[in-house]
């Protein structure tokens, strides 16, 4: 018979082996022992037996030479198969690369996670910079175009729950205002679209559409993205163009996951 007292060593032993993961996945491409251990908060030896554990599953991968640690090949068919069965992934794949291709402008979906957006998948177009965007990155809500299309599906006090004020500046041009946000988010609301200008980065803006799911609600969010210069120097015919696209994209995606 399993005791409460083993079921809590388990669950701790599994909480522990998920934070060393993401520890790894923190931004740096390898780390120390000590380094793993900082990140997570764990004893230097708790830390080391966990990542020898890891390593022996193929769920991490050790440096011959320098002894580093980083997150290895062997767990990316279980983030593949996640990425891949997720409906608005597959819903989303194809409508996006098309849309790239033919705006040349970079090109996402993203769902709601807690209180951060997460893509699921990206695609460069040939007048963006190398975007570093990849399917499990995350960004906040309320300071990109996809997020506060996500916020749509949300109250005010739904959303000042979620967010506590004042909102994180990333830019001087960040919205850190919930009765601004909330303006914006009813012309989201509106005109089924939103626009972002250098909120998150200084020299990109973003144009963004909601996706629905067969039950109206919103589900996930697409986005256009480029340097500020490009979008911004466009002709108000081209703007309206681009606009249409990625409501007709949105729009696309929701039909395929069911929506009418």
């Known amino acids: 018979m399993v005791t ?3 079921d809590a060593g388990t669950n701790q032993s599994v909480e522990r082996a998920v934070s060393v993961l ?20 764990l004893g230097s030896s ?17 440096d011959p030479v320098s002894n580093l640690y ?48 997460m893509f699921l998948c990206n695609f460069e177009g040939t007048r963006t910079p190398k975007s570093y965007t990849q399917a499990g990155h995350t960004a906040p809500l309320h300071a990109t175009s996809i997020g506060k299309c996500l916020l749509t599906g949300l109250t005010p ?18 919205t850190v205002s919930h009765d601004l946000l909330d303006t914006e988010i009813e012309t989201v609301r509106r ?23 067969a039950s109206g609600d919103v589900v996930a969010a697409i986005s256009l ?12 015919s ?12 949105a729009d696309a995606i929701s039909q395929a996951l069911g929506a009418i």
Do not use: C
């Open 46 to 62: 708790t830390t080391s037996r966990l990542l020898s554990t890891l390593e022996r599953l193929d769920m991490v991968e050790r």
């Open 157 to 174: 006090k739904e959303r000042r729950t979620l967010l506590p004020e004042p909102l994180a500046a990333h830019t001087d041009f960040t």
């Open 191 to 213: 005109t089924g679209y939103a626009v972002e200008a250098e909120e998150r980065a200084l020299g990109r803006a973003s144009l963004a559409a909601p996706v629905r799911d």
């Open 22 to 41: 993401r520890a790894l996945d923190s931004g740096r491409a390898e780390l120390r022992v000590s380094d793993v251990a900082e990140i997570t908060g």
């Open 4 to 6: 409460r007292a083993t």
């Open 238 to 249: 081209q703007r309206q163009a681009l606009t249409r696209d990625v409501i007709e994209a």
């Open 225 to 236: 993205w480029g340097p500020t210069s490009l979008l911004g120097g466009h002709t108000e």
């Open 70 to 117: 980083r997150l290895s090949l062997g767990i990316l068919p279980l983030a593949a198969t996640a990425t891949n069965r997720h409906p608005v992934h597959r819903a989303a794949r194809m409508v996006l690369q098309d849309l790239a291709t033919r705006t040349g402008l970079g090109a996402n979906v993203a769902v709601r996670r807690g209180d951060e957006l």
